[in-house]
């Protein structure tokens, strides 16, 4: 049983910067892949980070590549996503999820993830 809880959604400029926050509950954080999820009204979740356990892995859907970085610190149980150059195209709910995998292929598409945070609004403005 895992929880996330998601935090630092706001409305910012575009070309702004954002941090998002997950924190993880239990004692097994370090043996889960994280990743950070998107869904904009009217359209399909879609992936936009994963890092793997050690956080020697991560990988990037194309439009967020050089923008985004995905981190993640095991002593506190918590994954970010850094988020630069913010576009409107950004706007969205993210999630942050979790599996259990070594192995960060897995890691790359939402039918893996077991478990999900409650999502957090960013709203990027033009």
């Known amino acids: 049983q895992v929880q996330l809880v998601e935090s630092g959604g706001k409305l910012v400029q575009a070309g702004g910067s954002l941090r998002l926050s997950c924190a993880a509950s239990?004692?097994?954080?370090?043996?889960?892949?994280m990743g950070w999820f998107r869904q904009a009204p009217g359209k399909e979740r879609e992936f936009v980070a994963a890092i793997s356990r050690d956080g020697d892995s991560t990988d990037y859907r194309d439009s967020v590549q050089g923008r985004f970085t995905i981190s993640r610190d095991n002593a506190k149980n918590t994954v970010y996503l850094q988020m630069n150059n913010l576009k409107p195209e950004d706007t969205a709910v993210y999630y942050c999820?979790?599996?259990?995998?070594?192995?960060?292929?897995?890691?790359?598409?939402?039918?893996?993830?077991?478990?999900w945070g409650q999502g957090t609004q960013v709203t990027v403005s033009s």
């Open positions: 999820a979790a599996v259990w995998t070594q192995y960060i292929n897995v890691a790359l598409t939402t039918s893996a993830y077991e478990y």
């Open positions: 239990g004692r097994t954080f370090s043996s889960y892949a």
